[in-house]
């Protein structure tokens, strides 16, 4: 058996990232392989000072729908700048949870940089999968350090980096040391099948017309004034309408639902592909800045299969596709942008095919044979 611990900054829930995407397909292709899932800590204090219910840990749990993976969610007592040693309580919890599975030299899969400790403290192989760089986005000086000293640790001593787009490739590459692997670029992708079978339009989207984005509302990504401008550009003519988790503050979620927004809320990964085929025009109102210019969007894949015109700001992925159902717009020219695309929505493209998954999973699994 192959046992690998995926130390992730997503939980595995409904709505599908590329942890899931590729786990879930190297799974099925390998009899042989073993998943421990550990999802985001529980943080009970935040979620106390927020009014939330608080969560704690949650042990091991297997995943019926999915044979041979185990999900499991550490818990973190107190906050970091009280607590100096919380990642090396986290790292603990990991490693007792994977020993009560049997798994006592795993191989580690670190996507959420929370993942350097475990490395650090167990010794055990690792592949370091970046997705994002977190190195640029808006953080707090104490936590943009504990980042940065955990990534310069992967980076010098993980076994196999990946990332997930040629830009983080190229950023990241001159901090790896003499004689290591090379950082290896395994781009995202999409189930180009199943977002072409057709889907029944969802009862909830809104009558009428509909500028859609999929993905989760938050502002390292998402530019809440040009999605505000977009809906006051089309009010009357058609709805734009958000899908997605919604991680944004208190007063950016009330200026989009002050606009007549459509905040619809995270969907299963499934239904998804039924809201994307039925709208008239896709739009990516990103913040462009170097945060986002590490990104490789899954969202460009998902909505390529689709085939649906696009509008999109000047971020990575979308400005260097060849795709001539794809717009790119600045924020000054961007309503005008949508209105053409409504125009033309009904216009007959051929399709092309995006990467799928499945591609994209045996790269990850060749990675992860390195190890």
């Known amino acids: 058996m192959t046992d690998l611990v995926v130390v992730s900054l997503e ?50 749990r297997a995943r019926h729908e999915i044979d041979r993976l185990w999900t499991m969610r550490p818990a973190k007592a107190l906050p970091r700048r009280i607590d100096a040693r919380a990642d090396e309580r986290l790292s603990r919890q990991i490693e007792r949870a994977a020993r009560r599975l049997g798994m006592t030299q795993p191989l580690l899969w670190v996507n959420d940089l929370t993942g350097a400790t475990v490395s650090r403290r167990t010794g055990w192989p690792t592949l370091y999968d970046m997705t994002d760089d977190w190195l640029a986005a808006d953080r707090p000086d104490a936590e943009r350090e504990r980042l940065r000293q955990a990534e310069e640790f992967l980076l010098a001593h993980a076994a196999q980096v990946v990332a997930c787009s040629p830009e983080l490739q190229r950023r990241k590459s001159a901090s790896r040391p003499p004689g290591a692997a090379p950082i290896a670029l395994i781009r995202n992708g999409v189930d180009v099948a199943a977002y072409r079978t057709p889907r029944p339009r969802p009862a909830d989207l809104p009558a009428g017309k509909t500028a859609m984005y999929v993905g989760t509302l938050h502002a390292d990504r998402l ?10 550009g089309i009010a009357g003519e058609a709805t734009l309408v958000l899908v997605g988790p919604n991680a944004l503050a208190h ?28 709208a008239d025009v896709l739009v990516v109102p990103h913040v462009v800045d170097a945060f986002t210019d590490s990104l490789d969007p899954i969202k460009l894949y998902e909505y390529q299969a689709v085939d649906r015109p696009v509008v999109s700001t000047p971020v990575a ?11 790119v717009a600045d924020v000054a ?4 942008a949508v209105a053409s695309a ?25 990675a992860v044979q390195t190890l």
């Not at 292709?29 to 009014?51: I, K, N, T, W, Y």
Request: charged content about 30%; aromatic content about 6%; glycine content about 8%.
């Open 11 to 60: 939980a595995w829930d409904g709505v599908w990232r590329r942890n899931q995407h590729l786990l879930s397909r190297m799974l099925a292709a390998d009899p042989d392989l073993r998943v421990l899932f550990v999802e985001p800590p529980a943080d009970p204090l935040h979620q106390l000072r927020r009014g939330a219910r608080p969560e704690g840990a949650r042990p091991p």
């Open 223 to 232: 530019d809440v004034d040009l999605c505000v401008d977009i809906a006051c």
């Open 251 to 278: 007063d950016a979620t009330g200026r989009l639902r002050d606009a007549d927004v459509a905040l619809l809320g995270a969907r299963p990964a499934d239904a998804v592909i039924g809201y994307l085929q039925h």
């Open 317 to 327: 992925g979308f400005r260097d596709a060849d795709d001539p159902r794809i717009t």
């Open 333 to 336: 020219t961007f309503k005008a």
């Open 342 to 366: 409504f125009a033309a929505a009904d216009a007959p493209v051929g399709k092309g095919k995006p990467p799928d998954w499945n591609t994209r999973a045996s790269e990850m699994a060749s």
